[in-house]
Every structure is written in structure tokens, then in C-alpha cells.
């Protein structure tokens, strides 16, 4: 087909031409940047700094993401866990003794309360104390003698566990209720003993010194 001259010339024709070029330069550019810088694929790179690809990265950089990378929180939780310094454990286990208290006379209990104030003085107040009231022994416990009060309140005091057996109480016919408060009971007394060497405490019998059995 032929165009007079006129027509190729035409100024709205000249002008779709230069569109056209300058179309093409546009995209001539882009495409020799794109060769000359690809397309980043990773994190992108800010200048003076190196990035290192390893997943403990922060991404500083991207301002659509910037969020922590899941191992350098595992990583860090664990450093914190692992520096938080353990509780002290118990080094030294702690003594254990359980005494007999058998016969009815103040003697007997001055006896035991000397007994029981050496063994914490020499145990630095350590010692786990049970002091097990059984057989005629429960007289000492009806309350109305003050002295005697006395000294088994101090045994309380410093932390004693006192213990009486109710089937004594019920042979001596002496109520629960007419005994010292500070004192607990048990059913059978010399049952309570046994239980409580299974479970590591030394029994001395009345009248003899805790030094003999340790």
C-alpha cells in the first residue's frame, strides 16, 4: 500500500512514532539494569554492613517483614533457661529420732528432756525430734501438774513432736480432752514407732542416751 508523503508525515502520525521510541528505550534501559543488578532473592544487603546467611538474622532491612527469625528466639529462650541459676539443694539429709516415754515418773521426762536439749544442741537445731508417749507414760500428760506442763511445753517450743497413744489413754481411762493441747495422738503408740523407723528414725528406748545409738 502507498502513503503520499503528506500523510506519512502527518503530525498525529509523527507523534504515535515517537511514543514508540521512546517506549522502547524505556524498556531497553530496564532491561540492561536488570542484567546488570539481578533481582534480590534473599535479604536484601544495606551498605557497610554484612549479612551473614545463617537464620539468626533480624530482618532489619525490610520494612514489609521485620519480624525475629524463629530460631534466634528458640536460641536466645534457650540461653536464658540454661543461665538461670538452679535452687541450692539439701546437701546435708537431716537426723532423725524417735524416743520411747514408758513409765509414769517425773524422772523419766527430766531424763528425756535432757536427752532432747543435748541432741539439738549438738545437731545445730536439726534434728527431726518424736517423742512417742505410750503404756503408763500417758499419766504424765493428764494436765494439772504445772512443772510438768512446763517441761513438755519447752519440748513443744523447740519443736518437738509429741505423740500419745490413745489405746494407753483408753486403758488409763483418761479422755483426749483431759490431756495437754500441745499434744497429738495416735491409735496404737508403739505402731507409730515402728512407722516412723521405717521411714529413717532412730528409736531410743527410755532411760538411754541418744550418744549410744549414733
Known amino acids: 500500500m ?31 539494569r536488570n542484567s546488570q543488578h539481578p533481582p534480590e532473592t534473599g535479604t536484601p544487603i544495606a551498605s557497610g554492613i554484612i549479612y551473614m546467611p545463617i537464620p539468626l538474622s533480624f530482618s532489619f532491612f525490610n520494612s514489609d517483614k521485620r519480624k525475629v527469625d524463629t530460631l534466634l528466639v528458640v536460641t536466645w529462650l534457650g540461653i536464658f533457661l540454661f543461665l538461670i541459676p538452679l535452687p541450692a539443694q539439701e546437701t546435708t539429709s537431716r537426723l532423725r529420732i524417735v524416743f520411747e516415754l514408758t513409765s509414769g515418773d517425773a524422772e523419766s521426762l527430766k531424763t528425756l528432756s535432757s536427752n532432747v536439749e543435748g541432741l539439738l544442741e549438738n545437731s545445730n537445731n536439726l534434728a527431726i525430734i518424736t517423742v512417742v508417749v505410750f503404756d503408763n507414760g500417758v499419766f504424765l500428760l493428764r494436765s494439772g501438774n504445772e512443772e510438768i506442763r512446763k517441761q ?63
Open 2 to 32: 502507498h502513503f503520499p508523503w503528506s500523510e506519512i508525515n502527518h503530525p498525529s502520525i509523527l507523534h504515535e512514532n515517537q511514543k514508540c521510541r521512546s517506549f522502547e528505550s524505556r524498556r531497553t534501559a530496564r532491561s540492561t
Open 152 to 214: 513438755l511445753a519447752a519440748l513443744a517450743d523447740d519443736g518437738v513432736d509429741l505423740v500419745a497413744c490413745r489405746t494407753s489413754l483408753e486403758d488409763a481411762e483418761i479422755s483426749e480432752n483431759e490431756i495437754f493441747n500441745f499434744v497429738r495422738t495416735v491409735k496404737v503408740g508403739k505402731k507409730e514407732v515402728e512407722r516412723l523407723e521405717k521411714q529413717g528414725s532412730v528409736r531410743i528406748p527410755e532411760g538411754e542416751s541418744y550418744v549410744t545409738h549414733l
